[in-house]
């Protein structure tokens, strides 16, 4: 599979599938392998693109260059590659920061944009708060080392219990990770004010357990994306697009159908 260089960092991504493109982008506990599920929906219609962020997964770069400032760049030096001139966008938690901050960037290159799990960077007051409370509490910990059966923070409390295979399966593949650190996401937040003539497709998806990005905070911030649709996945946590694959696959597709105009 290839890699491509951007500003000190070798990006690792794949392609899969012939179509109008779709690109993903992992969150913090994620890589290319996490997608599995949507490669395999996605892929009987589209050029579906997955990459890993840098630092994750397989793309290498320095300590110092590992930040987010650099995700937007390395999504467009991805597409540039794979000769993706326009795709949808569907980004998960971290990987929301890449999605928005390119969507900003490059509009004319963005169909349509899908968040799941993730307020995209936009700070408003509840992701302001939601941060602050994980800062201080320090009960947000990716890092830590966790029984087998102890459900990742990305996964609903209830994950063993429902799927205990799937849910060993996401702890083995974020476990491929190094380190995650400091991402550097909280030094590239959106204003709201900054989203006034914002006018790109957007889907919100959110798991009605989320233990990273409650509920009502991603509610708030789909009321202040212009346009933006809200789709709530009942019985996922952070992952709506791991555990709930099906659903999110349904509601992801349909709404890149309507809204993907290539």
């Given at each position: 599979m290839p890699y491509v260089h951007n500003d000190n960092a070798i990006i690792y991504y794949e392609t899969h599938g012939e179509g109008a493109p779709i690109v993903f982008a992992h969150g913090a506990g994620g890589n290319t392998l996490v997608w599995w599920q949507q490669?395999?929906?996605?892929?009987?219609?589209?050029?579906?693109?997955?990459?890993?962020?840098?630092?994750?997964?397989?793309?290498?770069?320095?300590?110092?260059?590992?930040?987010?400032?650099?995700?937007?760049?390395?999504?467009?030096?991805?597409?540039?590659?794979?000769?993706?001139?326009?795709?949808?966008?569907?980004?998960?938690?971290?990987?929301?920061?890449?999605?928005?901050?390119?969507?900003?960037?490059?509009?004319?290159?963005?169909?349509?944009?899908?968040?799941?799990?993730?307020?995209g960077g936009v700070t408003t007051p509840g992701v302001i708060a939601a941060r602050d409370a994980r800062a201080k509490s320090r009960t947000i910990d990716l890092d830590r080392p966790i029984a087998w059966n102890e459900p990742h923070l990305a996964l609903a409390p209830d994950a063993f219990d429902n799927d205990s295979a799937m849910a060993f399966l996401y702890r083995q593949m974020s476990g491929l990770n190094p380190p995650i650190g400091d991402t550097g996401t909280g030094e590239i937040g959106v204003s709201p004010d900054a989203l006034g003539d914002y006018a790109i497709p957007t889907l919100m998806v959110a798991g009605a357990q989320d233990r990273i990005f409650p509920l009502a905070v991603l509610k708030?911030?789909?009321?202040?994306?212009?346009?933006?649709?809200?789709?709530?996945?009942?019985?996922?946590?952070?992952s709506p697009y791991f555990e709930c694959a099906e659903e999110f696959n349904r509601v992801v597709g349909d709404f890149i159908g309507e809204h993907g105009n290539y």
């Open positions: 490669i395999a929906h996605f892929a009987r219609d589209y050029k579906v693109v997955v990459f890993d962020h840098r630092g994750w997964g397989r793309s290498k770069c320095e300590k110092q260059h590992k930040h987010a400032r650099h995700f937007a760049g390395d999504m467009r030096a991805v597409m540039d590659d794979a000769g993706v001139e326009r795709a949808a966008i569907v980004c998960q938690s971290m990987g929301g920061w890449t999605g928005m901050q390119f969507t900003l960037a490059h509009p004319d290159r963005v169909s349509c944009l899908v968040l799941s799990g993730t307020p708030e911030v789909s009321q202040v994306i212009p346009g933006a649709q809200l789709h709530i996945v009942e019985t996922a946590g952070h």
